[in-house]
C-alpha cells in the first residue's frame, strides 16, 4: 500500500511546477467549493421561506453575471496578470458569501445582488483558472490532471458537506456565518500557495503578454469547430445550474430538509467517485473520454426520470445520488476535450485572429445560455404550476435535452482526427 502511495506521488512530481501548484491551490480551495455549491443555496432556501423559485432566482443571478464579468476579466489581462486576477476571484468568492450571510434577512432583490456578488466572483475565478490550466498543460496530461482535480473535488464533497451539514443542523443560521470565516481562512492558503508555487516566467506565460488584447469584438466571427463546442457549452449549461441546487431542493421539499441529511447523502454518493475519477485520469486515455461522457449524460437524465416516476424518498434519494456521480465524470470527460479543441485552433489561427482568452470567455456564454433556457423553465414550472411539477416535468425534459450533447462530441472529436483539419 505504502509503495503504491509513493509511487503515485513521484508520478505527480515529474509533472510541470505549473501543473502541481494549480493542483496543490486546488487541494485546500476545492475544500470551499461544495460549501459555496450547495450550503448557499441551503440558506437562500431557509431566509426565503422554503421558495423553490427564489433559490433558482438566485442561481440564475449568478450565471447571469458569470460572462458579463469574463468579459471584464478580459480587459482586466491587459494591465493585470492571469495569477493576480486568478487570486482575486478566490477572495472574493469567500467574501461574498461572508457578506451574504450577515444580512439578517433576504428579499427579493437582496438574493438577486446577493446572486449577482457571488457570480462576479465565479466569473473571475474560472475564466482565469482555465487559462492557467490551458496554459500550465497539454494534451497528453490533461486525463491526468483532471482526474486529480476531479478526485479532489469529489473527495472535499465526501468531507465537507458531512462536516458542514452536522455543524449547521445544530447551530442553525448561525452558523452559516461561522462556515463564511472558515472559507476565508482556506481561501487565503490556497491563494498563498499559488503565490509561492506558481512560475509566472514560463514561456506559455511569457507567451501571454504578447498576444493581442483581448477585445469584445473579437466573441464575433469564430471559427465554425468552436462554434460546436458552444453547442457544446449550451447543453452541458442546461443540467449544470441544477448539480448543486436541486439536491438541496429536493432536500426541503421531499426528504424534509435537514441539511445533515444533504451532508450524508453527498459523502455517500461521492465516495466511490472520488477514488474512480482519480483510477480513470491513470488509467484512461484520449479515447476513452466519449464514452465516459455519454455514462455521464444518461446517469442525469436516468436519475431524472426515475425521480419523476416514483417522486418519493426513494426516487428523491437515487436521482441526488446518481448526480453527483454524474457531475464530476461529465466535467472529467468534457473539459479536456474543449481544451484540445483550443490548442487545435489556437495553432491554427494564431494571434492574428484570436487570443486565447476569447475562447475562453466565449465558452462562458455558451454556458450562460443553457442555463438560462434550463433555469427559466424550471421557474415557469414551479411558478405557474408547483414546485412538483417542476421536478417531474423540467427534470426529465431537461435532462433528456442533453442527451443530444453525445452525438455532438462525437463529431467534435472526429473532427480533431489526424485526418481532419479543424476547420477555421
Not at 468552436?226 to 426528504?255: D, R, Y
Request: net charge positive.
Amino acid at each position: 500500500m505504502f509503495d503504491r502511495l509513493q509511487t503515485e506521488y513521484l508520478h505527480f512530481r515529474q509533472q510541470p511546477r505549473n501543473f502541481q501548484a494549480l493542483l496543490a491551490a486546488m487541494a485546500v480551495f476545492s475544500l470551499i467549493l461544495p460549501i459555496n455549491n450547495v450550503f448557499l443555496n441551503a440558506y437562500v432556501m431557509r431566509t426565503s421561506q422554503n421558495d423553490v423559485g427564489l433559490t433558482l432566482l438566485f442561481q440564475l443571478a449568478v450565471y447571469t453575471a458569470v460572462p458579463f464579468t469574463s468579459v471584464l476579466n478580459g480587459y482586466l489581462l491587459r494591465h493585470v496578470k492571469c495569477i493576480r486576477l486568478y487570486q482575486a476571484g478566490m477572495l472574493m468568492s469567500s467574501l461574498g458569501m461572508l457578506v451574504m450571510t450577515s444580512l439578517p434577512q433576504l428579499s427579493s432583490t437582496g438574493i438577486i445582488v446577493a446572486g449577482l456578488i457571488n457570480g462576479f466572483s465565479v466569473g473571475m475565478f474560472w475564466p482565469n483558472r482555465n487559462l492557467l490550466t490551458q496554459e500550465s498543460t497539454a494534451d497528453e496530461n490533461r486525463t491526468y490532471f483532471y482526474g486529480v482535480e476531479m478526485f479532489l473535488q469529489t473527495a472535499s464533497c465526501v468531507i465537507m458537506p458531512a462536516i458542514v451539514g452536522f455543524f449547521i443542523a445544530r447551530t442553525g443560521l448561525a452558523g452559516y456565518k461561522s462556515i463564511a470565516l472558515v472559507t476565508l481562512a482556506l481561501t487565503l492558503i490556497a491563494a498563498v500557495i499559488i503565490q509561492v508555487r506558481f512560475n509566472s516566467t514560463t514561456p506559455a506565460q511569457r507567451q501571454q503578454t504578447k498576444e493581442l488584447p483581448f477585445s469584445i469584438r473579437h466573441l464575433f466571427g469564430l471559427p465554425p469547430l468552436w462554434i460546436k463546442i458552444l453547442q457544446l457549452s449550451a447543453l452541458k449549461g442546461t443540467v449544470q445550474g441544477f448539480i448543486f441546487t436541486v439536491p438541496m431542493l429536493l432536500t426541503f421539499a421531499v426528504l424534509g430538509g435537514k441539511e445533515d441529511l444533504v451532508g450524508g447523502i453527498q459523502s455517500i454518493g461521492t465516495l466511490v467517485t472520488a477514488f474512480t475519477l482519480y483510477l480513470l485520469g491513470r488509467l484512461t486515455h484520449a479515447r476513452h473520454r466519449i464514452a465516459i461522457f455519454r455514462l455521464a449524460v444518461w446517469l442525469f437524465a436516468v436519475g431524472a426520470l426515475v425521480n419523476a416516476g416514483a417522486y418519493n424518498k426513494i426516487g428523491a434519494l437515487v436521482f441526488i445520488v446518481l448526480v453527483l456521480i454524474s457531475q464530476p465524470l461529465l466535467d472529467f470527460a468534457y473539459f479536456p476535450i474543449q481544451m484540445r479543441v483550443m490548442d487545435a485552433l489556437h495553432e491554427n489561427t494564431g494571434l492574428k485572429r484570436h487570443c486565447l482568452y476569447t475562447y475562453i470567455c466565449s465558452h462562458e456564454f455558451g454556458l450562460y445560455w443553457g442555463r438560462l433556457a434550463s433555469c427559466s423553465f424550471f421557474i415557469a414550472c414551479a411558478y405557474y404550476g408547483k414546485a412538483e411539477a417542476a421536478f417531474r416535468i423540467a427534470l426529465p425534459i431537461i435532462g433528456l435535452v442533453q442527451v443530444l450533447s453525445i452525438p455532438l462530441a462525437r463529431r467534435i472529436l472526429r473532427s480533431m482526427e489526424p485526418e481532419s483539419a479543424p476547420a477555421t
